[in-house]
């Protein structure tokens, strides 16, 4: 006959689950936290960065000048980012 009580692990088996659920626990908090931690900073600066009180997002012109400050995009394709940036800033002649 089969022994479906709460006895068959013995103390140590009961202990060893213990500690496998809390360490399978442990570590899905450890992966969620650091997969989380990146969610809302990509692309975001801290107010120290930004100057304290500025909570003003970051205009198109200020995310160019940032990406050629860091060696992401090359001189050419900066010079062009901000010539489309201010050409479509220009005033049109008119409503079309």
Not at 26 to 54: C, F, K, N, Q
Not at 89 to 96: M, T
């Amino acid at each position: 006959m089969m022994d479906f009580g709460c006895g068959g692990f013995g103390a140590g088996g009961w202990i060893a689950m213990t500690v496998f659920w809390v360490s399978l626990l442990a570590l899905v908090i450890w992966a969620v936290t650091r997969a989380g931690a990146g969610w809302g900073a990509a692309g975001s600066r801290t107010s120290e960065e930004r100057g304290r009180g500025d909570t003003a997002p970051e205009s198109p012109e200020d995310i160019v000048d940032r990406r050629f400050a860091a060696g992401e995009i090359d001189e050419d394709t900066y010079q062009s980012m901000r010539a489309a940036l201010r050409s479509s800033r220009a005033p049109h002649d008119g409503p079309r």
